[in-house]
Every structure is written in structure tokens, then in C-alpha cells.
């Protein structure tokens, strides 16, 4: 368990990538309302996951502690603070993210109709299943696989402008 806590950062910092890349695909005529909301989520979805593997993290430390035996109220309160910040809050900043972009996305002509769907489908799914149904929060890394393949296709498609060489 531990093991993976220490890998949340990293997925973080990746996720932060991607949301770079995000934006440089969808490029300088973003609307910046919408760009402005898609990266708070993003920001707020990475924090609100850091501090949930923090506070499972915590839990296991004061929990079960090595050499001891910790109480169970403590182990209780860390595991449904840790379980609530992420499925009820990390969550639906996650759909706010998959919404804000599959809109800017489609107005501005970068996503497909049906990618954009697919984003509205999971941003639907995150704001009003996750926190009750197990294995939701699947929707999110899910959808951003779909969107990380279909920027990598596009971007290989797109033509790229020439440059003349200086003489």
C-alpha cells in the first residue's frame, strides 16, 4: 500500500503533462473562460488527489504503526476522510475537468463529436456515480486514455508547416 502512495506524485506530475499537452493541441484559441476553468479543475483534481494519498498515507501510519497497535477510530476517521477526499471531492473536480474540455474541445472543432460525448458521458458518470458506485473513478483515467490516443493520431495527421531552409 505504501508502495503505491509513494507513486501518487509521479502520477500527479504526469497528469500536469497532460494537461499541457491538452492545451498546446487545442492551441491559442482557447476560450479562455473555459481554459481557465479546465486548468483549475486539473490543478484542484491533483491536489485533492495528493492530499487523499496523504491522508491514507497518515492513516496507516498512525493506525499501524510499526511496534504497536493502533486504535480503531483513528484508522475509521483516516479511511473515510481519505476515500470521501477522493471519490467525493478529487472526483468531481475530475468531471468538471473531462466537461470544461470536452466543450472547448468541440467548439473548437479539435475533438470529434464523439470524443466529445464520450467526456461529457464520464464527466456525467464521476459528478453523480462515483462517490456510490465502486470502480467509477475508472471513467476518468479511461477517458484520458481515449484522449491521449486520439491527440497522439491527430498529431501525426496534422500537417506540419515546412521550413525553408537559410541560404
Do not use: Q
Not at 108 to 115: E, I, K, T
Not at 149 to 158: C, E, P
Amino acid at each position: 500500500m505504501r508502495a503505491a502512495l509513494a507513486l501518487v506524485p509521479f502520477a500527479g506530475n504526469f497528469f500536469l503533462w497532460f494537461t499541457g499537452v491538452v492545451r498546446a493541441h487545442v492551441g491559442d484559441a482557447e476560450d479562455k473562460f473555459l481554459a481557465t476553468v479546465f486548468l483549475g479543475s486539473g490543478l484542484v483534481f491533483v491536489a485533492a488527489m495528493s492530499g487523499a494519498a496523504a491522508a491514507a498515507d497518515a492513516v496507516l501510519a498512525v493506525a499501524h504503526p510499526p511496534g504497536a497497535s493502533g486504535g480503531p477510530a483513528a484508522w475509521d476517521f483516516g479511511r473515510h476522510f481519505a476515500y470521501t477526499l477522493m471519490t467525493g471531492y478529487a472526483m468531481r473536480m475530475a468531471a468538471v475537468f473531462a466537461c470544461s474540455l470536452s466543450v472547448m474541445g468541440h467548439r473548437l472543432g479539435v475533438l470529434p463529436r464523439w470524443l466529445t460525448l464520450l467526456g461529457l458521458l464520464t464527466a456525467l458518470v464521476l459528478l453523480l456515480a462515483a462517490s456510490n458506485v465502486p470502480w467509477a473513478e475508472l471513467v476518468f483515467p479511461a477517458w484520458a486514455l481515449v484522449l491521449s490516443a486520439h491527440i497522439l493520431l491527430a498529431g501525426g495527421r496534422r500537417a506540419r508547416p515546412r521550413t525553408v531552409p537559410a541560404v
